[in-house]
């Protein structure tokens, strides 16, 4: 039912800066919860953050708290990772999920989107 299209992703150096979207196709965005997660080569898909279906709720991995910021346009039904501070460990494909507040299944993702941080 929702489909989701991430972009903004791409090559650059530590540091460095990017901004991720996540275009959802469903009409009723606004009443899912959308989270970004991401997978390095070899490695397992991991939680980066959560919002809540108002955007007044934000949870991050330790990992990148501090440094990504994630935020939610419901009249647009897009979402967005703002990435500061890149490392080359946050190299991975970045995906977009979502899933209703009462789920207990990200039941939806995007194709994903590549980041990769240069030393």
């Known amino acids: 039912q929702v489909q989701l299209v991430e972009s903004g992703g791409g090559l650059v150096r530590t540091g460095g800066s990017l901004r991720l979207s996540c275009a959802a196709s469903?009409?009723?965005?606004?009443?899912?919860?959308m989270a970004w997660f991401r997978q390095a080569t070899g490695k397992e898909r991991e939680f980066v953050a959560t919002?809540?279906?108002?955007?007044?709720?934000?949870t991050y991995a330790d990992s990148v708290k501090g440094r990504f910021i994630i935020s939610r346009d419901n009249a647009k039904k897009t979402m967005y990772l703002q990435m500061n501070s890149l490392k080359p460990d946050d190299t991975a494909v970045y995906y977009c999920?979502?899933?209703?507040?009462?789920?207990?299944?990200?039941?939806?993702w995007g194709q994903g989107t590549q980041v990769t941080v240069s030393s």
């Open positions: 469903e009409r009723t965005f606004s009443s899912y919860r």
């Open positions: 999920a979502a899933r209703l507040p009462i789920g207990l299944q990200w039941n939806y």
């Open positions: 919002i809540s279906v108002d955007g007044g709720i934000t």
